[in-house]
């Protein structure tokens, strides 16, 4: 349960991005996004920026994971950084930890998804800083890189989808007893989510992970994970240009990690500066 609840944080942790707020007619602005566990191709609008909370709590064990996200456009939509900064109680043998994760350094550029494109591709580098303990199971205990790869098409006016492939290497991660080797994982992600009102979607999200763990110096062992996620969404749109968009969902595990099973809470204040 320890890895499904620090898994659920790593597909979540990458940058997620709101629909920005018609300052005109706010309360007629739909959302079209905010997934939770897939990312989409959307940077932010100019000056706009979006903070971002989440939380997943087991229901089978004891382990949680809050993630604070920060987006802020650079000169445009075109490009963009963040930052994601977990914490994150662990669910083990041990009786678990608690404390900060790997703080993830995000840049996306966005190619498409203008107002009459209905694609939208924006890769993402990210820097994964090893500030999480490794000896408590909290993080790498080396920096790592990633690469993603969010791709976004609008089906039709009531259905976006998104797609998700991306890759982790960690040159140097160490297990709990200091054993250090490098790990590479991959994952892939597909949602398809439903406008059933303009401020409120239904959502549906799969996640599929294959991650490298040290399980001695200069070893590593694989193991995959398949999540299923449904969800949903809302919107409160204000005069001032703030968007407030709730949201919570259900994850569980299929195949080798059936019997997993959390909670998602999301909450983001998206707002002109």
């Known amino acids: 349960m320890r890895r499904f609840v620090l898994l659920c944080c790593v597909a979540g942790a990458g940058p997620l991005r709101a629909q920005a707020p018609d300052t ?12 939770f566990l897939v990312e989409e191709a959307y940077n932010q609008d100019p000056r706009v920026v979006q903070h971002i909370n989440t939380f997943l709590r087991s229901t089978t064990g004891a382990g949680w994971v809050y993630t604070f996200t920060q987006e802020w456009p650079v000169g445009g939509q075109t490009n963009q950084l963040s930052y994601t900064i977990p914490i994150a109680r662990t669910d083990d043998a041990s009786g678990g930890a608690k404390g900060l994760g790997d703080v993830a350094l995000n840049y996306r550029r966005q190619y498409g998804g203008s107002e009459h ?3 939208a591709l924006a890769p993402r580098l990210t820097v994964l800083l090893p500030t999480g303990d490794s000896r408590r199971g909290l993080g790498s205990g080396g920096t790592g890189f990633q690469v993603m790869l969010p791709f976004s098409v609008e089906i039709s006016d009531h259905f976006v989808a998104h797609s998700n492939a991306g890759m982790t290497y960690t040159p140097h991660a160490h297990d709990t007893f200091d054993n250090s080797a490098a790990t590479r994982s991959y994952i892939l992600g597909q949602s398809v989510i439903w406008l059933a009102l303009p401020r409120l979607n239904v959502m549906l999200e799969s996640t599929w992970t294959s991650s490298e763990e040290v399980v001695g110096r200069g070893r590593t062992a694989r193991s995959s994970e398949f999540l299923l996620s449904p969800g949903v969404r809302g919107a409160f ?4 240009g703030l968007q407030i968009v709730p949201g919570l969902a259900f994850p569980f595990g299929i195949g080798s990690s059936r ?13 002109p500066f």
């Open 237 to 240: 749109n204000f005069r001032s």
């Open 117 to 119: 494109d209905r694609l």
């Open 24 to 35: 005109k007619a706010p309360n007629d602005a739909p959302i079209k996004d905010n997934s």
């Open 259 to 271: 019997g997993d099973r959390a909670v998602f809470a999301y909450l983001s204040f998206e707002h």
